[in-house]
T-cell receptor, first 115, second 111 residues
Framework: EAQVTQNPRYLITVTGKKLTVTCSQN?????MSWYRQDPGLGLRQIYY???????DKGDVPEGYKVSRKEKRNFPLILESPSPNQTSLYFC??????????????FGPGTRLTVT | DAKTTQPPSMDCAEGRAANLPCNHS???????VYWYRQIHSQGPQYIIH???NNETNEMASLIITEDRKSSTLILPHATLRDTAVYYC????????????FGTGTRLTVIP
């Protein structure tokens, strides 16, 4: 089954304790992204990757790192989490379709709480 | 990328067609219209997209006006499982990997 998986789905941690949220897709997509969703703010892109070893900042990259060493994986790293990073996080991968427009496939989400 | 305007909420009777409007009056010639939906706090789900012509797939139809300044997503026979937040997004092809999800329209399908 074609899918985007994220782990963990729920995480409660403390300020300053490094964490990694994993993302994996089995659709051989080149493009992958991370978003965060906060009440009243919609989804905002954190980082994206056009291909292996190619990453770039999205709209809200501060406090986050990413890496793309393999096509299928795109982990999100919080080196020193803070309470303002408490949010619902989504990973997405993109399919190039007709007309060169992209359809994004989203993972189930990771709910992160930083105390 | 052009911004969009959607009503914050709508109701639709089960079995009836749900027509969700979207205004994108500043859309430019190379920008596509995308529709996604999000059921509760699940990951957003792609529905349909188009450039100029009307589009239909197994989930919905997309009607784009001739001047492309507005569009309508049509769910032909709404079910309770269609209750969700629907996002209308306009983006260039090269920017389509970063879609701006606003606050969307919360559609409630009523039994």
């Amino acid at each position: 089954e074609a899918q985007v998986t994220q782990n963990p789905r729920y995480l409660i941690t403390v300020t300053g304790k490094k964490l990694t949220v994993t993302c994996s897709q089995n659709m051989n997509h080149e493009y992958m992204s991370w978003y965060r969703q906060d009440p009243g703010l919609g989804l905002r892109q954190i980082y994206y990757s056009m291909n292996v070893e190619v990453t770039d900042k999205g709209d809200v990259p501060e406090g986050y790192k990413v890496s793309r060493k393999e096509k299928r994986n795109f982990p999100l790293i919080l080196e020193s989490p803070s309470p303002n990073q408490t949010s619902l996080y989504f990973c997405a991968s993109s399919l190039r379709s007709r007309g060169l427009a992209y359809e994004q496939y989203f993972g189930p989400g990771t709910r992160l709480t930083v105390t | 990328d052009a911004k969009t305007t959607q009503p914050p909420s709508m109701d639709c009777a089960e079995g009836r067609a749900a027509n969700l409007p979207c205004n994108h009056s500043t859309i430019s010639g190379n920008e596509y219209v995308y529709w996604y939906r999000q059921i509760h706090s699940q990951g957003p789900q792609y529905i349909i997209h188009g450039l100029k012509n009307n589009e239909t797939n197994e989930m919905a139809s997309l009607i784009i006006t001739e001047d492309r300044k507005s569009s309508t997503l049509i769910l032909p026979h709404a079910t309770l499982r269609d209750t969700a937040v629907y996002y209308c997004i306009v983006s260039r092809e090269t920017g389509a990997n970063n879609l701006f999800f606003g606050t969307g329209t919360r559609l409630t399908v009523i039994p």
